[in-house]
């Protein structure tokens, strides 16, 4: 079973900062992928940022430049460093995993609680 708990939500002003981070409990593979994903009201569920297990990274045009993602493997925690926010990052900001146990395994997709960001004067 594996849990993922998202902490560092709240309420930020526009042109300011904001971390969040994830820390994942139970079963954790080598072959693993954690990552941001937000949903505002009445939206689909778009990705933020992913990190493989080996520091490979994948951005959002929208956080480019931004956002940074970064993993502890140690703590199996994933961190989002969010500066410069703007209010259309206002969401509800969900940790992922999704992992395999080896490459020849079907992979499976965990989901945090959400935590809420909001941007706003």
């Known amino acids: 079973q594996v849990q993922l708990v998202e902490s560092g939500g709240g309420l930020v002003q526009p042109g300011g900062s904001l971390n969040l981070s994830c820390a994942a409990s139970?079963?954790?593979?080598?072959?693993?992928?954690m990552g941001w994903y937000r949903q505002a009201p009445g939206k689909q569920r778009d990705l933020v940022a992913t990190i493989t297990n080996s520091g490979s990274t994948k951005y959002a045009d929208s956080v480019k430049g931004r956002f940074t993602i970064s993993r502890d493997n140690s703590k199996n925690t994933v961190y989002l460093q969010m500066a410069s926010l703007k209010p259309e990052d206002t969401a509800n900001y969900y940790c992922?995993?999704?992992?395999?146990?080896?490459?020849?395994?079907?992979?499976?997709?965990?989901w945090g609680q959400g935590t809420q960001v909001t941007v706003s004067s």
């Open positions: 992922n995993l999704h992992q395999q146990r080896s490459i020849l395994s079907r992979a499976m997709d965990y």
């Open positions: 139970g079963t954790i593979f080598s072959i693993s992928t």
